[in-house]
């Protein structure tokens, strides 16, 4: 661990000791011995370091303070604040003091290079505690009946799941798989004699040492890799009675928390699903069922946004933790708005529709098993949902298809009115033709069809009728011998209608949105469906009241990142001014960076905006003189810095063409003796090997984009890299339908003068600070910071930024002319 995070190690960190035990055990925290109703115990308790940094104590005591009157803290905190351990040392005084509300801390962030934050901290808060109980075994007055703190990581299925971890599942496919797997056991547990005993054959019947003679599976390889070995076959073991394949690790997983009221499983110590998946599959257990389990009983959890906002992770797995005995940190929380519009936002592929016409004509009103009907029929009826509601909804549905089917045509003509006659291949990869105007929140055209056509009543049903359905499904799969039914449509279907209804048309835009198929489908029926798929979509446009809401149903928590201010916009932004007036208080908290000031030098360059219309596009022969003249400002820039860098260089340009541009320029011109690498959109694996020839030694210039991944949640310390150059402000496309809509509902929320800033501006240089924020990471490294544009340099244009940096930032970027910049640099080098 670096001193990024740390507080001030000492050659007796606990860093550098074993690892404390982190484990599973059987039954809940009060049965296994440690919870959190213990003695009370001070923060200091848990810091792992021999003295923690002042912004530390600051930041931790305001936020025990601040989340003890079910407030939130905004904290912006420069690289080497220790924000993880502010939020794990005051979350866990919270959680361990038995006169606080708050029984568990939940961390989520949506980068992995935090989440691993996370668990290492905790392991050396738990590191810690295990010395001070060996020292006090050696005669020390220090506390030995400090429990180590219970920590947990929350991961997706795929990534936890036996069988994905040995490549007998592809994780592309493993949710429905799972499911498949997982009911002979349920069919088993629910309609045996004696369930327990029936799911306990089931698994004993799989193992490798079984002597059930029906099988070959002493013959067979485990179900094993290098780190575990589990007592199974690595062949799917089938059940007697229908040789249906089945999951032995989940039978054994039922068989032992059979008894509901047992305590389920409880972690000690920091439990990683790296642990997890080991010490479950070498126990023959579910990895992902222990997982869900555990929640309840683990002191910490860490995990992604999707656990606090996604609609379907919440009902799936932690929708019980969203409550006033959990304090929420929110991490990188400059993430939050983007992340929470992409989940709530919905899609409803013509596909899917067409899918649950199906499945309620054929499977449903259409059956011919007279058992599986009379289930059907019956649960429908218990759901509430009669014959006539179904036929009523297939109506709606086939006649919605249709209205799908035409505004896909009105899109297309929309672009070319001949796409009938031309090659289709030439038009966009993506059509979004809007629903209703962009710039004026109003019911969209399809709502209106819907009023116009007598189907508002079962629209707003729509919601309760696909669950009725997907609920009769499964328990006719439950029920009946002869019926499956792995993966189900009309619930999604339902839900999607359910949310037209629910969102408002101010924070939510609709649209049909066309996608080019990888490869032409000559068998489609229409025309054009042969070479696009169509599909319904809602935008959600301004996310700070579901934001707000999520908030408020928790007892407090933490919003942190290395770049949140402005601290009272981010505050508007996500809706927490909202939770304020209802008497919640916010706390707001700024530290610069820690490190020797001598050792950074950071510019802001005067040069003309560097936007699309000063500088054109990147094909030269279609702009003009003065157009590049500016794009070789900035490409003197970029070589000055270059040129004068004794190390890496990071170059995060606007977009992915416009790093292409730049290298072709340094190339071209020959002034540069770096190697020069170029990130492109690819994938993560494409990804990571071009970062690793970065980092492997002699120096080098990667090009990058701002909205690229190299740029944010990647930790460039120690040699890595010596200067990152920024050009321009990474404003988003506005002129398209979505973005057009996204500034009205900022305009409508927080006034004109402020909308674009906000939704726009603000997020742009919250990206532009992530990448000049990768250069100086610990106390001894040196590096220099360039942000080109006259917007950061100048506070006197309406478009300038630099009132949006904080002060510790405007303080340290020295405005300087283009024909300065390379005599300050060496002047620094030579420093």
């Not at 505690?129 to 006090?136: A, I, P």
Request: glycine residues 8%; aromatic residues 8%; negative net charge.
């Amino acid at each position: 661990m670096s001193d990024a995070e740390a507080g001030t190690e000492t050659t007796d960190s606990p860093a550098n000791k074993e690892e404390a035990h982190a484990g599973l055990s059987k039954g809940s925290p009060n049965q296994t011995g440690y919870s959190s109703n213990g003695p009370a115990t001070d923060w200091r308790t848990y810091f792992p370091y021999e003295q923690p940094r002042s912004a530390q104590v600051d930041g931790i005591e305001n936020v025990i303070e601040t989340a003890s009157d079910r407030g939130y803290t905004l904290l912006e905190g420069a690289c080497g604040t220790g924000k993880t351990l502010v939020a794990l040392c005051g979350g866990i005084q919270l959680v361990r003091d038995p006169d606080s509300p708050y029984e568990r801390l939940f961390c989520v962030t949506p980068v992995k290079q935090q989440l691993q934050a996370f668990e290492d901290d905790l392991r050396a808060i738990n590191r810690a505690l295990d010395d001070r109980e060996n020292d006090s075994g050696n005669g020390s007055d220090n506390d030995s009946d400090i429990e180590p703190v219970s920590g947990l990581t929350l991961v997706g299925k795929a990534d936890i799941c036996s069988y994905t971890n040995t490549d007998r599942i592809d994780d592309r496919v493993i949710y429905g798989k799972c499911e498949d797997l997982r009911e002979p056991v349920r069919r088993a547990a629910r309609y045996a004699d004696d369930g327990q005993r029936a799911v306990r054959e089931l698994a004993n019947d799989a193992r490798l040492d079984s002597h059930n003679t029906n099988t070959n599976t002493t013959t067979q390889q485990p179900v094993a890799t290098n780190d575990w070995t589990s007592p199974y076959a690595r062949q799917f073991p089938e059940t007697d009675q229908s040789d249906t394949s089945y999951c032995p690790f989940y039978a054994k997983y039922r068989a032992e928390t059979f008894d509901e009221d047992d305590g389920g499983y409880t972690p000690e110590g920091m439990l990683t699903p790296d642990d997890l998946v080991a010490q479950a599959s070498n126990a023959g257990l579910c990895p992902h069922a222990v997982m869900s389990d555990s929640l309840q009983n683990a002191e910490v959890l860490i995990g992604n946004y999707y656990h606090l906002f996604d609609p379907t992770t919440l009902a799936a797995m932690t929708g019980e933790l969203i409550d006033d005995q959990t304090l929420v940190v929110c991490d990188e929380a400059h993430m939050l708005i983007p992340r929470v519009r992409d989940l709530l936002s919905d899609t409803l592929t013509r596909s899917t529709l067409s899918n649950a016409i199906s499945e309620i004509e054929n499977r449903v009103l259409e059956q011919d098993q007279p058992g599986v009907d009379r289930i059907l029929r019956q649960t429908l009826a218990e759901e509430g949902v009669r014959e006539d509601d179904l036929r009523s909804f297939i109506e709606f549905l086939h006649e919605a298809k249709f209205f799908l089917e035409e505004q896909a045509v009105d899109a297309l003509d929309g672009e070319d009115s001949n796409w009938e006659r031309t090659d289709m291949a030439e038009l966009p990869d993506e059509i979004q033709h809007p629903l209703r105007s962009p710039t004026t929140p109003q019911p969209d055209r399809f709502s209106k069809w819907v009023a116009d056509n007598g189907y508002t009543n079962i629209l707003r049903d729509a919601s309760h009728i696909g669950t009725a359905v997907t609920t009769a499904l499964r328990e006719a799969s439950n029920r009946h011998s002869g019926f499956e039914c792995a993966k189900t449509f009309s619930d999604t279907v339902g839900q999607v209608f359910g949310r037209w209804v629910e969102c408002g048309h101010e924070q939510y835009f609709r649209s049909v949105e066309l996608q080019q198929r990888d490869n032409r489908d000559p068998s489609a029926d229409l025309a054009w469906n042969k070479e696009y798929t169509a599909q319904f979509q809602i935008h959600n446009c301004l996310p700070a009241t579901e934001i707000a809401g999520r908030l408020d149903q928790f007892g407090g928590g933490l919003l942190m990142s290395a770049t949140l201010e402005p601290l009272d916009v981010y505050q508007r932004s996500v809706g927490l001014d909202q939770l304020e007036a209802k008497g919640r208080p916010v706390q707001k908290l700024t530290y610069g960076l820690p490190f020797p000031n001598e050792n950074r030098a950071s510019f802001a360059v005067d040069l003309e905006k560097f936007t699309y219309k000063n500088r054109g596009g990147t094909d030269g022969r279609w702009r003009d003189p003065s157009q590049d003249a500016l794009r070789e400002h900035y490409a003197e820039v970029v070589q000055s810095v270059a040129q004068t860098t004794p190390g890496n260089v990071l170059v995060a340009m606007p977009s992915y063409a416009e790093g292409e541009w730049i290298a072709n320029v340094l190339r071209r011109t020959g002034g540069v003796r770096k190697d020069i690498l170029v990130d492109e959109s690819s994938a993560n694996e494409v990804t990571d090997e071009l970062k690793d020839e970065f980092f492997a030694g002699g120096d080098k210039l990667l090009v990058t984009s701002l909205r690229g991944t190299l740029t944010e949640g990647v930790d460039y310390d120690g040699d890595r890299l010596a200067a990152c150059v920024v050009c321009g402000v990474p404003i988003t496309n506005i002129n398209g339908p979505v973005p057009k809509a996204v500034k009205t509902a900022y305009e409508r929320e927080f006034g004109q003068h402020n909308g674009f800033d906000y939704a726009f501006t603000v997020p742009a240089v919250r990206k532009a600070r992530q990448a000049l924020g990768r250069v100086i990471r610990g106390h001894g490294e040196v590096g220099v910071r360039v942000a080109a544009d006259r917007r950061y340099a100048s506070r006197h244009q309406w478009d300038d930024v630099r009132e949006y940096l904080p002060q510790y930032e405007r303080e340290d970027y020295t405005p300087v002319e283009r024909t300065d910049l390379g005599g300050q640099l060496e002047a620094f080098w030579q420093r």
